[in-house]
């Protein structure tokens, strides 16, 4: 197949556009305009064609799926103000799918998030799952979560409009090289510190390699079912404490830790709900941790299962979280493209 | 009019959200529709809002909607064709600063809006803050005595990143014939003129323009502006640079007796008159003056922002009392008077750099 995989230059898209050469698929990789360094391996790779545009803008967008059979989609804003978020994320997506319409091209694997989902409204150690309800007053919770629900409705009307084949994959914590961190650990006080809010709370980790493979097997899939929604979550869950002494483990000097309890933590943003609502009228701006909806999506301790990917896409996570967190830390970059890669299975 | 007014915006960008976000707050409007090219955006933006209707289509949005006022807040180089189209739908328009990127352009567009007995109102916001309303008293309650020197300055460090950094996508403003200062020179100019001694029909003699791109690259046209104004015996500055910390809008008064000085991002005023205490004593006095509103605007930060009130507050303000002479047939706190001497004031900083 021929694929087009936007964000390619990202953490997640490099790993893919690997996995997808690995599979044998051509891809033709989309870079920003401005992006000033290629991928190693990319530049004279056979199987790798790199263009350059920003979704943003719907200029030169048509020429991009130009004979694509498949579009796999993964740009997005991660940070900025909502505005910057709606920019990259939502508008860049209702761009794409535009040109996707007008280029003929039906088949569609999205990157959606874990955050769509509602957490507040839930019970704490309830299984969370694709039947799980979404966000209900996403008003509420931060802009990744408003602008990732917009961009997921919106492929999955378009995609039912035209009947088109589409995946949608919401990853839980997808970690791997400088990005090991995860805000459902708590939050970094400078380089020393680290304030956890709770410890038993399972992580919804996939390794990026993991996580690759599934996008990839994903865009592949021939299933009955043209449109599909799944999760990604690697087969443990380790708690925030493992997970984050498994990284202080590797760092020097290694960061002091300031447990604070999920129970006393769920208090104190209760506490400032409260005064907010009774004293400011609700308008008061708080951190985030203080905000219960945002609290609860980030640190609640709920328990996940990668059945229904399992047996939708035959997805098996290669590697063990602690392997991933080896091969992030380790020498050499796991998502570089060898020039004379050997194909597996097309 | 009917007692309550119909509003429509045009534009869901990010200035928006401020717009909207005063509107709730203001006794007597409707906002029945928004309209933006993007349709997930306008829709978007009605949810967040809960505004009944949203549009891709501003004139459909006119004729389905009918509103007595529309907001327009797109990039300057659309406002003419806009402003003339809701104009012609019987609107009063509000609109973003500039509201045209000449002063021609602007009275064209007043002769259009004076022809069909409507407003035209071009935002200036950071008139309407607080700490520049104190200041406005300190000068005319006659604290510092005549007015010597006006001097206003923001410091923004708008080459780090963000909207205008961005090199992948440039910001619309990039292509104004400013560059990206053409964002932020209204505001110089209209903070400048109006603490000048003749106000907006002061007489200036002449002006000095030093137009700069310290930072290069091609992204830029302009990231710095050092402008000085001669109005009679009052001089002006006109600072904008993206290369001092911290970010600062400054406005600052000096006058024969003493200087105050408002600051709009972390609002604060001080005031430095000539006191009654004696050579000696005064600028003992003053300091702990000073400090006294140093200490006060610490605190008064950190409530701004539990507030979540930012440097648009000015914005609130100006759209109740826009709206207040709207229903009342008044003048609006911005009309013809300042909107011209503002728009002439920008022409002539610009032909130093012979851009227009």
Known sequence: ?346 | MTQCIKTAIIGGGKISEQHLGSLRAIDGVEVVAICDLSPVLARFTAERFALPHWFTDYREMLSQTGPDVVHVLTPPATHDRIVRDCLAAGCHVIVEKPVALCHAGFRDLWQEADSHGLQLVENHNYRFNEPVRLLEEAVSGGRIGRVEEVEVRIALDIRGGGRYADENLPHPSHKLPAGIIHEFITHLAYLLLHFLPDGYEADIDSIAAHWRNHGGGNLFTYDDLDATVLAGTTHGRLRFSCRQWPDNFTLQVRGSDGIATAELFYPFLQVTPRRPVGQHLTPLVNALGGAWSQVGSGFGGIWSKIRNRGAYEGLSRFLELTYAALQSGQEPPVGFRQMDATSRLVDRLLAEENRI
């Open chain 1, 1 to 346: 197949m021929k694929l087009l995989v936007t964000g390619a230059g990202g953490f997640l898209g490099r790993h893919v556009v690997k996995a997808a050469v690995q599979r044998g698929h051509q891809v033709r990789a989309l870079l920003r305009p401005a992006a000033k360094s290629v991928p190693l391996g990319w530049q004279e790779h056979p199987q790798v064609e790199m263009v350059r545009a920003d979704l943003r803008s719907r200029r030169g967008l048509d020429e991009l799926l130009t004979g694509v059979d498949g579009v796999v989609h993964l740009a997005a804003a991660k940070a900025g103000d909502l505005y910057e978020q709606l920019g990259g994320t939502v508008l860049a997506t209702e761009n794409l799918l535009d040109a996707m319409l007008l280029g003929k091209v039906d088949r569609l694997v999205a990157i959606s998030s874990f955050s769509v989902y509602e957490y507040l409204q839930r019970h704490a150690w309830s299984r969370l799952d694709e039947s799980s309800p979404l966000a209900r007053d996403p008003f509420c919770r931060d802009e990744y979560c408003q602008t990732k629900l917009v961009q997921e409705q919106l492929i999955l009307d378009q995609a039912t409009n035209h009947d088109w084949r589409c995946l949608v994959l919401r990853p839980g914590v997808i970690y791997g090289r400088d990005n090991l961190w995860t805000a459902r650990l708590g939050m970094q006080a400078g380089e020393q510190w680290w304030l956890r809010t709770g410890a038993f709370a399972p992580l919804p980790l996939s390794y990026v390699e993991n996580c690759a493979e599934a996008v990839i097997l994903a865009a592949e899939h021939e299933g009955p079912k043209r449109r599909l929604v799944l999760n990604v979550v690697d087969n443990e869950t380790p708690s925030q404490r493992a997970y984050g002494n498994e990284l202080r483990r590797h760092m020097h000097p290694r960061p002091r830790v300031i447990p604070i309890p999920w129970t006393l933590m769920r208090l104190l943003a209760r506490l400032a709900w409260l005064t907010n609502r009774i004293f400011f009228k609700g308008t008061a701006k708080v951190p985030g941790l203080l905000v219960p909806s945002r609290l609860h999506a980030r640190c609640k301790p709920l328990r996940y299962t990668n059945r229904p990917i399992k047996a939708a896409l035959g997805w098996q996570p290669r590697y063990t979280w602690q392997e991933g967190v080896e091969r992030s830390l380790a020498a050499g970059d796991t998502a570089t493209l060898p020039a004379d890669q050997e194909k597996t299975a097309p």
